[in-house]
């Protein structure tokens, strides 16, 4: 069983996710962003880069905006969701999904110097995209 990432950055929900699908560690993930140092301090990632830095590692996936159609795909295994701006998470955030669980890199919000990551078994707001393994 893996364990859960943690980010290490304030918008680094995105690349502490991608860790988490991949096994490798926070500072490789980064690495597989564009200009990922950098965006990672200021306004985080788009599903689109979160495709890109994927596919770098040689995992495929697609995103969607969800809808009541597709909604049921955020609880596919190895999907990140991205959960809409909220008082909790005022850039939004992004989760993975493993068994019945959900991977949150950043549980004791709003303590960065101290992010604790751990499973939770609701999202802690509503989602917006998905992004799913293409298999």
Known sequence: MKKPVAQEHTAGCAV???AFILNISYQKALLLFTN????VG?????AREVVAALDRY??????????KRNLRRI???????????????????YLCRRGSSWMNPWYNFPKIKHAK???QKRLPGKPIYVIKPIF
């Open 42 to 46: 200021v306004r985080g990632f788009y």
């Open 16 to 18: 502490a996710c991608v």
């Open 117 to 119: 990551a751990q499973f």
């Open 75 to 93: 609880y596919e295994e190895g999907s990140i969701v991205f959960i809409g701006r909220s008082k909790k998470y005022p850039l939004g955030h």
């Open 58 to 67: 040689g995992k495929r996936y697609s995103y969607h905006y969800i809808n």
């Open 36 to 39: 990922g140092k950098y965006h």
